[in-house]
């Protein structure tokens, strides 16, 4: 079964920093597109950052040179460190793959999520 | 304000068909880029619904499907039941963004 599973959320006051935890079971990291997509509290869906096969990256306008997405081989785990967080930084964050076949890929498996907070 | 526009809210009784639009523009859905449909069951986590414009994942039952055309794109569901009650949310690809783009979502209410 593919699970992911988010940890490393929390309170953080405004101008702090996060590392979030994506560790998956059931497909390997780095063979997949992964990506980060949050939800502010009562709002939709906002994508956030996609890591390729290749290692490329690409950022959403709201959170470029703020926060970086990276993955572990060996731990078979997707982070995203964010830095200089804001209060409209606040959301849930979560991970997903992104299946291939589709332009552009489709977000087909989902974890539960891990809740950031970001006030004073 | 999101680049794909949707409804905030649809409703219909049990056993009705309703229709969900998504708009965008020349730069994501009119450019040729594929339509994705999540559902939002309340207090989970986001599921895929509809991917390629009209393809079902295994499992999700027919009485859901997606077209496109133009600049826009469409979930309908019909045969609507209580357990559809759910936010839906469309997703494409922006060229001008250069990156991936959500509408605002759309609440389902089964009357």
């Known amino acids: 079964e593919v699970q992911l599973v988010e940890s490393g959320g929390g309170l953080v006051q405004p101008g702090g920093s996060l590392r979030l935890s994506c560790v998956a079971s059931?497909?390997?990291?780095?063979?997949?597109?992964m990506s980060w997509v949050r939800q502010a509290p009562g709002k939709g869906l906002e994508w956030v950052s996609v890591?390729?096969?290749?290692?490329?990256?690409l950022y959403a306008d709201s959170v470029k040179g703020r926060f970086t997405i990276s993955r572990d081989s060996s731990r078979n785990t997707l982070y995203l460190q964010m830095n200089s967080l804001r209060p409209e930084d606040t959301a849930v964050y979560y991970c997903?793959?992104?299946?291939?076949?589709?332009?552009?890929?489709?977000?087909?498996?989902w974890g539960e999520g891990t809740t950031v907070s970001v006030s004073s | 304000q999101s680049v794909l526009t949707q409804p905030p809210s649809v409703s219909g009784a049990p056993g009705q068909r309703v229709t969900i639009s998504c708009t965008g523009s020349?730069?994501?859905?009119?450019?040729?880029?594929?339509v994705h449909w999540y559902q939002q069951l309340p207090g989970t986590a986001p599921k895929l619904l509809i991917y390629g414009n009209n393809n079902r994942p295994s499992g999700v039952p027919d009485r859901f499907s997606g077209s496109k055309s133009g600049t826009s794109a469409s979930l309908a569901i019909t045969g609507l039941q209580a357990e559809d009650e759910a936010d839906y949310y469309c997703?494409?690809?922006?060229?001008?963004?250069?990156?991936?783009?959500f509408g605002g979502g759309t609440k389902v209410t089964v009357l």
């Open positions: 997903t793959r992104d299946a291939t076949g589709t332009n552009p890929n489709h977000m087909d498996v």
């Open positions: 059931g497909i390997t990291v780095s063979s997949n597109y």
């Open positions: 890591i390729y096969r290749d290692g490329r990256t």
């Open positions: 997703q494409s690809y922006d060229s001008s963004l250069r990156g991936w783009v």
């Open positions: 020349s730069s994501n859905i009119g450019a040729g880029y594929v």
